[in-house]
Nanobody, 115 residues
Framework: QLQVVESGGGLVQAGGSLRLTCVTS????????MGWFRQVPGKEREFVAR????????RYASFALGRFSISRDNDKKTVYLQMNSMRPEDTAVYYC????????WGQGTQVTVSS
C-alpha cells in the first residue's frame, strides 16, 4: 500500500513561492508516474501536475502551466512541486499520489495564499 507524506505548505502572500515535497515509501517509485493534486473544501480533488516514470515528461493543469514545476528524485523516492507567482485561488490542500492515483491518499499539506 502506497504511503506518502506531503510537506512544505504554509501561508504565503500572492506572488510568492512555495516548494512542496512528497516522500513515499514506494519501493517501486521509479516505475510509476507521480502527480500532485489539490482540493478545496466542498469541491472535488483536482489534478495539478504529473511527471512520468520513464522520461520525466511533465504535464500541468492549465492554471499551473508556466507557474508550477514538478520534479522527482527516484533515489529519494520523492516528488516535488515548485509553485511560483502564487494566487489566492491556489489555496487548497495539496496531495501527491501516483498518476493515475491509487485509492490511498496522504494527509496532504495546506497551502494558503493571501491577497
Amino acid at each position: 500500500q502506497l504511503q506518502v507524506v506531503e510537506s512544505g505548505g504554509g501561508l504565503v502572500q500572492a506572488g510568492g513561492s512555495l516548494r512542496l515535497t512528497c516522500v513515499t515509501s514506494d519501493d517501486n517509485f521509479s516505475a510509476y508516474s507521480m502527480g500532485w493534486f489539490r482540493q478545496v473544501p466542498g469541491k472535488e480533488r483536482e489534478f495539478v501536475a504529473r511527471i512520468s516514470w520513464y522520461n520525466n515528461d511533465d504535464r500541468y493543469a492549465s492554471f499551473a502551466l508556466g507557474r508550477f514545476s514538478i520534479s522527482r528524485d527516484n533515489d529519494k523516492k520523492t516528488v516535488y512541486l515548485q509553485m511560483n507567482s502564487m494566487r489566492p485561488e491556489d489555496t487548497a490542500v495539496y496531495y501527491c499520489n501516483r498518476d493515475p492515483p491509487t485509492t490511498t491518499w496522504g494527509q496532504g499539506t495546506q497551502v494558503t495564499v493571501s491577497s
